[in-house]
């Protein structure tokens, strides 16, 4: 299962909402997770099952969708959500995990 | 405190050998399926193999199949990757990480820091 991402570059300024999408090549039911990575870290859990924040992550982080398309909303850009965001699916066909591509989002 | 500690990486020529372990602390190891996930500079993160919580299932990306080989120890909260016939292009940094194991996606909610696996000549 592929998953594509976009944009590959989000640039916004703070305050404004940011909107990512994540397409799935199959139908995934809500079996997909959004992570965030900052340089030198290891991706960080922000959402699961498609649309449930995982432990501690601030509620301006949503997530939507089912099926094939997917979206990450933050509602309200800090500086410190510059990152790359990843989304990754779980599926029952081998290989049963995937991640897409990536979408780097900007502070302006 | 729940952690997951990497260990095992280093430079190794082509065709060599390396084994990868990570050591998990704060958390029953054995309720977890557990993976690897390796990163190369600049590109994102791409799975390479999942172990289930009691050691009798295991999953590996096509590109690692027969070469890499995933275990754990559940008395010793350790998973290894037996990584052999290495190649440059498995240069990466390589990450374990943990999946709770329901019908819910949970996703991978803790990782390690990673260790760097140089295949180089």
């Avoid at chain 2, 799975?47 to 890499?68: C, L």
Wanted: with cysteine; hydrophobic share 35%; glycine share 10%.
């Amino acid at each position: 299962i592929v998953l594509t991402q976009s944009p590959a570059t989000l640039s916004l300024s703070p305050g404004e909402r940011a909107t990512l999408s994540c397409r799935s090549s199959q139908i995934i039911d809500s079996h997909l997770a959004w992570y965030q990575q900052k340089p030198g870290q290891a991706p960080r859990l922000l959402i699961y099952d498609a649309s449930t924040r995982a432990t501690g992550i601030p509620a301006r982080f949503s997530g939507s969708g089912s099926g094939t398309d997917f979206t990450l909303t933050i509602s309200s850009l800090e500086p410190e959500d510059i990152a790359v965001y990843y989304c990754q699916q779980r599926s029952n066909w081998p290989p049963p995990y995937s991640f897409g591509q990536g979408t780097k989002l900007e502070i302006k | 405190e729940v952690q997951l500690v990497e260990s095992g990486g280093g430079l190794v020529q082509p065709g060599g050998s390396l084994r990868l372990c990570c050591a998990a602390s704060g958390f029953t190891f054995s309720d977890y399926w557990m993976h690897w996930v390796r990163q190369s500079p600049g590109r994102g993160p791409v799975w390479v193999s999942r172990i289930n919580s009691d050691a009798t299932d295991t999953w590996y990306a096509d590109s690692v199949k027969g070469r890499f080989t995933i275990s754990r120890d559940n008395a010793k909260n350790t998973v290894c990757l037996q990584m052999r016939s290495l190649r440059a292009a498995d240069t990466a940094v390589y990450y374990c990480a943990r999946e709770l194991p329901r019908g819910v996606f949970y996703g991978m909610d803790v990782w390690g820091q990673g260790t760097t696996v140089t295949v180089s000549s």
